[in-house]
């Protein structure tokens, strides 16, 4: 049998955390989503490490009992795959997730600034920045690159806007690297960009294209990436690739889709009311800002092809993003490792 290719997966939220019960023992709680499903789907095809931050005083428990490595473990749906737990200072990360990567980010990304009123970027960002967003990526590209040296041979799949900066840290130490990134939330054009500090969105966006491979869930979310990449930092776009400081990104609208049968199970389960924050919860150390999904309208296409729109809601508050559904769920479609040698 030819041995499985290793996929290491890198992504601030695992999805597995471990808490305590009300007799004291440590309990696993695995979640699920559409991250979950996709990487389900591809543990066939893979032997999957999965890096992730330890969002609990339990979770650093767990990664203090393994050395601060890789252990085994099973998703929801009991595939097997190696879980790598990454313990942050603190006060790091709160930083990182609380100032800038959700408050920032996120926002930006989703066009919630108002450019003619954009925020203001005081010492206490910059310390947010360099010493939360910047430490956090560099601690994940620590144990990327620990990995790598006990398999050079993997493919590196990095997840979303908490780890911009990582794929350039572990692109300087592992030249070779087969490196991909998928982002699950929109990307803007350069104008929605300059309500960032010139010397960050600069890093964000070199950053990503440390990477072989980036993914968007839209065609116009790559292409809005590529416009605003060649602007920030230079390079040549060329179809859908970027020329970047002698390295060439290939670029993708690759959707990765949910599982309805997941959603139905929850939607009928009477104790997930209280998961209404889809995930954020005291165990990330938020403060007092919480994510919530407002979903005012799921509809399938009729036999006209029409499609019906999702619209999110941030804080009680419409985001004004609308995301089209057609109804059709597929496997992901998204192979990190298509682009590598």
């Given at each position: 049998m030819t041995p499985q290719r290793r996929l290491i997966v890198v992504s601030n939220r695992g999805p597995?955390?471990?808490?305590?019960?009300?007799?004291?023992?440590?309990?696993?709680r695995r979640g699920g989503g559409g991250l979950v499903t996709a990487i389900d789907s591809l543990a066939s095809e893979y032997e999957v490490t999965w890096i992730a931050s330890a969002?609990?005083?339990?979770?650093?428990?767990?990664?203090?009992?393994?050395?601060n490595g890789s252990?085994?473990?099973?998703?929801?749906?009991?595939?097997?795959?190696?879980?790598?737990?990454?313990?942050?200072?603190?006060?790091?990360?709160?930083?990182?997730?609380?100032?800038?990567?959700?408050p920032m980010l996120w926002f930006i990304q989703h066009r919630l600034w108002d450019l003619?009123?954009?925020?203001?970027?005081?010492?206490?960002?910059?310390?947010a920045w360099h010493g939360g967003y910047a430490v956090v990526n560099a601690g994940f590209a620590d144990a990327v690159v620990d990995e790598l040296e006990q398999d050079p041979e993997a493919t590196v799949f990095f997840h979303d806007y908490h780890l911009y900066l990582a794929p350039r840290l572990v692109r300087e130490r592992c030249p070779d690297a087969?490196?991909?990134?998928?982002?699950?939330?929109?990307?803007?054009?350069?104008?929605?960009?300059?309500?960032?500090p010139s010397d960050m969105r600069w890093a964000v966006h070199n950053g990503?294209?440390?990477?072989?491979?980036?993914?968007?869930?839209?065609?116009?979310?790559?292409?809005?990436?590529?416009?605003?990449?060649?602007?920030?930092?230079?390079?040549?776009?060329s179809g859908t690739s970027i020329e970047y400081a002698g390295h060439r990104t290939q670029?993708?609208?690759?959707?990765?889709?949910?599982?309805?049968?997941?959603?139905?199970?929850?939607?009928?389960?009477p104790f997930r009311d209280d998961r209404a924050d889809v995930g954020f919860d005291g165990g990330e150390r938020l403060r007092d800002?919480?994510?919530?999904?407002?979903?005012?309208?799921?509809?399938?296409?009729?036999?006209?092809?029409?499609?019906?729109?999702?619209?999110?809601a941030r804080d009680g508050r419409k985001t004004g993003h609308r995301f089209d559904h057609d109804g059709t769920i597929r496997r992901s479609a998204f192979r990190p490792s298509s682009s590598c040698s």
């Open positions: 597995v955390t471990y808490g305590r019960d009300a007799s004291g023992a440590r309990v696993a969002l609990s005083a339990e979770d650093e428990a767990v990664s203090a009992a393994a050395g252990f085994d473990e099973t998703s929801r749906r009991e595939s097997p795959f190696r879980l790598r737990l990454v313990v942050h200072d603190h006060a790091a990360f709160d930083r990182h997730y609380n100032i800038v990567a959700n003619v009123r954009v925020p203001a970027f005081d010492e206490t960002f910059h310390q087969c490196l991909a990134h998928f982002v699950h939330i929109p990307w803007v054009s350069f104008d929605g960009w300059s309500v960032l990503l294209l440390a990477n072989d491979l980036v993914g968007f869930h839209t065609e116009r979310w790559r292409r809005l990436f590529a416009e605003a990449a060649t602007a920030i930092v230079g390079g040549e776009a670029t993708v609208a690759r959707p990765i889709s949910v599982d309805p049968g997941e959603l139905d199970a929850a939607a009928r389960d800002a919480k994510l919530q999904v407002e979903i005012t309208s799921v509809q399938r296409a009729n036999g006209d092809g029409h499609r019906r729109p999702l619209v999110l």
